[in-house]
């Protein structure tokens, strides 16, 4: 997502609490479109502290911050009664909590200052049908997918949007739990309409097109990109063979 932005003319503050990782992105954009374009923050965005010292920072960098894209999570797949009070609130804290720290930190300068701005929430199919395996990301979701509805009627009016995507599966880094196993994978993609997983270009474009003025008039409102795999019946057939639940 940061380089589709980047590539759009946007120029991005990627934040994470692992610098590595931001750097190793900031160094993949900068060999791509040229140095200038992305910078690397780091942030826990559990703590509202240090969210708030992320976001001055970017408008350090950036002069001012016009969108905002939540895409921080945590997940591992697990039974409902092996998992942990700590390992519930551990996913709840990142992907819920961290959602609300940077959308109602940015979302209250916004609209002190009088201007707009577009957040994009990542979330997933399952926030709205619920998945085996994986209450605790299911929950915090869920939790997700209200605070798009209700900031989205609620700020609205003032210029400030608030919106989502819900990628389907994607074969990237630490959310392809079906690498290993073929057969489980293709089991998956006949159970998705489009007959293939999502590419990670695809969900970069819908979150572009969200932040972008081409959706001034869109609220409140999910976009999802999964080839149609949350109408299929296939949706949880393999839930029960994800790593961690054999």
Do not use: Q
Not at 47 to 64: H, N
Not at 66 to 77: I, Q, T
Not at 164 to 182: I, R, Y
């Amino acid at each position: 997502m940061a380089a589709e932005f980047c590539r759009l003319g946007a120029r991005v503050v990627v934040c994470g609490r692992t610098r590595e990782s931001l750097d190793e992105t900031v160094r993949r954009i900068d060999g791509e479109l040229g140095e200038g374009r992305a910078f690397a923050v780091t942030v826990d965005v559990r703590d509202p502290e240090s969210v708030a010292a992320m976001l001055d920072r970017a408008a350090d960098l950036l002069g001012e911050v016009d969108g905002l894209v939540n895409n921080a999570s945590g997940l591992f797949p697990i039974d409902a009664e092996k998992l942990t009070p700590g390992g519930f609130d551990a996913v709840v804290r990142i992907v819920l909590n961290g959602t609300w720290h940077c959308t109602s930190e940015l979302g209250r300068r916004w609209l002190a200052a009088g201007r707009g701005g577009a957040v994009v929430n990542v979330l997933t199919p399952y926030a709205w049908t619920g998945a085996p395996g994986i209450v605790h990301n299911a929950s915090a979701k869920g939790g997700v997918l209200a605070m798009t509805r209700t900031l989205g009627a609620e700020w609205a009016g003032r210029g400030v949007r608030v919106n989502a995507v819900a990628p389907g599966w994607m074969p990237v880094g630490g959310t392809d739990f079906l690498a290993g196993d073929p057969e489980i994978r293709r089991r998956l993609i006949d159970a998705i309409p489009a007959g293939r997983l999502l590419r990670a270009e695809e969900t970069a474009r819908a979150a572009a097109y969200l932040l972008s003025d081409d959706a001034t008039y869109v609220a409140g409102e999910v976009l999802t990109i999964d080839g149609g795999h949350h109408l299929s019946k296939g949706l949880y057939e393999f839930m029960d063979e994800l790593p961690g639940r054999r």
